[in-house]
């Protein structure tokens, strides 16, 4: 089983819709949660955190369930400058690497 | 400022020649990190070190080696390219903090290995 899994994507969506990502995780020991965002031909960064009580940034809602080892991303109203690769990111233990999925494709258009 | 600055941004190889992808950040930060990333898959742990003298191997080190003799450095070394090495590789940096998550990579180096 692959250690943290998304869905396929690529999502293909209009301005102003609603879009939500899925992510789910193999070691139910895992500490800490994030989404990253890749543009193409660039480098990840980190969008949000993921806390155990949801946390929202503007246009951006994260949620994780422990007890199903998920984690989501909501953006609400797209624009086109969402269009870009979400990761989602998983550290299992303090002073290891981050563990990333291969990412979600989102694609928004006029 | 400048953050976590690799070196060089595109590089192609013969097969069997050596090189060392180079990078060095100015945060003062002791996590150090090296990914790989293949077309439409996620970042692979090649060799990451948590500060000075000390490094550890990720999910993905053969063909691979690095030292860490400071703070701010982090060398890849390819030894022996192949042609299964072409990728892009990420450098990254991160403070003690576990709970902020959050890494600072560099621009990426893109490797062909032909």
């Known amino acids: 089983r692959k250690e943290v899994e998304q869905d396929p994507g690529p999502f293909n969506v209009p301005e102003g819709a609603t879009v939500a990502f899925n992510c789910t995780y193999s070691?139910?020991?895992?500490?800490?949660f994030f989404w990253y965002r890749q543009d193409c031909r660039k480098e990840p960064k980190l969008l949000m955190s993921v806390y155990s009580s949801g946390n929202e940034d503007g246009r951006f809602t994260a949620q994780l369930n422990r007890a199903s080892q998920y984690i989501s991303l909501l953006i609400r109203d797209s624009k086109l400058s969402d269009s870009a690769t979400y990761l989602c990111v998983v550290n299992y233990q303090a002073g290891t690497a981050l563990i990333f999925g291969k990412g979600t494709t989102l694609s928004v258009s006029s | 400022n400048a953050g976590v600055t690799q070196t060089p941004k595109f590089r192609i190889l013969k097969i069997g020649q050596s090189m060392t992808l180079q990078c060095t950040q100015d945060?003062?930060?002791?996590?150090m990190y090296w990914y790989r990333q293949d077309p439409g898959m996620g970042l692979k742990l090649i060799y990451y070190?948590?500060?000075?003298?000390?490094?550890d191997k990720g999910e993905v080190p053969n063909g691979y080696n690095v030292s860490r003799s400071t703070t701010e450095d982090f060398p890849l070394r390819l030894e022996l390219a192949a042609p299964s090495q072409t990728s892009v590789y990420f450098c990254a940096s991160s403070t003690r903090d576990r709970n902020t998550g959050e890494l600072f990579f560099g621009e990426g180096s893109r490797l062909t290995v032909l």
């Open positions: 070691n139910s020991a895992s500490q800490s």
């Open positions: 070190s948590v500060g000075a003298g000390i490094t």
């Open positions: 945060m003062n930060h002791n996590y």
